[in-house]
């Protein structure tokens, strides 16, 4: 019988092409957090096709199904599909056709590699070793993030997976090569935002004021100390602000100040003494001003976590399929993924795939509004997202092969 690995590569080079034009249709057709309703609408069409059951799940999600020759525990493998309210600034013929929104994180060629990787699996599924739960998850960019709702409408327990695989296209990795890194991966995510009240009134009285600018300024300095003299040292931390809003004049200050940040680490118990001490510190150093602070902590995302044991079979695995000098070991992020929620419930190995091309100027970071990627880069996707698969299922005489 055909070598399982040498199967898996000639059908991802075949059905590169077709990905390539889903990649693009979702490409230019964006939809924010939420809002994924042609898109979910799409990915349905596309599964039909291929002949694979599905069903909706969390308003825009989809979910489908296919079920494999021989009995054995279930594995997942997740898709995100939402856009980022940016408008693109690309000159190729597939852009965005919706103002202001943009694929500028590569949901979309997540979205099509997953969508390609069923199409594999499905032609192969007499000789998967368990079942495949596919999950295309809307609402990745914005809390309380699809992956928790998906969870909280019962995902796991109609679908009880045993592992569950995602992917996340990176422009520092080149196009052909895959990033793995077991343990903690990425951060937590919480959204910080502070109301600084006071009395405002013309700049050139700053005794009949309480300056409400002077009390954000010192708010904000204040509060980086938590991170350089209260977070514990081996504990990555950062804690960032992104908005400041003072709507005043030359010689006007402001009633009303509003900042707007983000905190990031990687420990559950500090994490919670870390709101603790942003509050202190923000309402404290209004107070000592003569004015007021009001915090909102929003608490996002947890701390993605891949399994260890799954991870280095994944490497091993990978390796086996790329080749080992296409596989590299990544560092910590402190960027943040709600597939950290699916990773605190059943083992996970998120990894990363290698979308940059410097010859041909595919260099841009993600979320900014020249992003693209390598369209190389897709049939390593589909390939190693389909190998990855076979190789975590149940044990079956052809998924061992190679």
């Known amino acids: 019988m055909e070598n399982i690995k040498d199967l898996i590569k000639e059908k991802a080079r075949i059905y590169h ?26 990915v ?22 296919i079920e494999g020759a021989q009995k054995g525990p279930a594995v997942a493998l997740r898709a995100d599909m939402d856009a980022l309210p940016i408008a693109e600034e690309n000159t ?15 949901h979309d060629a997540h979205t099509a590699i997953l969508l390609g990787t069923a199409k594999i699996l499905y032609e192969l599924r007499d000789r998967l070793g368990g079942d495949v739960v596919l999950v295309f998850q809307p609402s990745e960019e914005n809390l309380p993030g699809g992956a928790r709702m998906l969870l909280e409408e019962g995902l796991f327990v109609k679908y009880p997976v045993k592992k569950i695989f995602g992917l996340h296209v990176d422009p520092e990795i ?18 910080v935002y502070l109301t600084v009240r006071g009395k405002g009134g013309h700049g050139a009285t700053p005794d009949k004021n309480i300056d409400t600018v002077l009390m954000g300024a010192q708010i904000l300095t204040s509060l980086q100390q938590i991170v350089s003299r209260n977070a514990p040292p081996e504990i990555p931390t950062v804690l960032s602000f992104g908005r400041f809003i003072a709507e005043g004049r030359t010689n006007i200050i402001p009633d009303e100040v509003k900042m707007d940040g983000t905190l990031r680490t990687f420990d559950e118990t500090w ?52 080749g080992m000098d296409k596989v590299r070991q990544l560092n910590l992020r402190m960027t943040a993924e709600d597939f950290a929620y699916y990773s605190q419930q059943v083992p996970s190995c998120f990894y990363r795939l290698g979308i940059r091309n410097e010859e ?5 970071n993600l979320h900014t509004s020249t992003f693209n990627i ?28 190679g």
């Open 17 to 42: 092409s077709e990905v390539i034009a889903i990649r693009r249709h979702i490409h230019s057709n964006p939809e924010l957090s939420k809002k994924e309703h042609k898109t979910a609408e799409f």
């Open 271 to 322: 994490r919670g003494n870390a709101h603790q001490r942003i509050t202190e510190v923000a309402q404290n150093t209004a107070m000592a001003a003569g004015g007021s602070c009001e915090v909102v902590i929003d608490k996002g995302y947890p701390y993605l976590v891949n399994d260890e044991k799954l991870t280095a079979r994944c490497f091993d695995d990978a390796s086996d399929f790329l």
């Open 44 to 65: 349905e069409q596309q599964l039909d096709k291929i002949g694979i059951t599905h069903e909706r799940m969390a308003g825009t999600g989809v979910i489908g199904f």
């Open 174 to 191: 080149e196009t052909g090569e895959v990033g793995m890194r077991g343990g903690q991966y990425m951060a937590s995510t919480d959204e």
């Open 360 to 364: 041909k100027g595919i260099i841009s």
């Open 92 to 106: 190729h013929n597939y852009v965005s056709k919706n103002e202001g929104v943009m694929h500028a994180c590569g």
């Open 374 to 401: 390598d369209e190389r880069s897709l049939e390593t996707g589909i390939g190693i997202m389909s190998y990855l698969a076979i190789r975590n299922l149940a044990p079956a005489p052809e998924a061992q092969d």
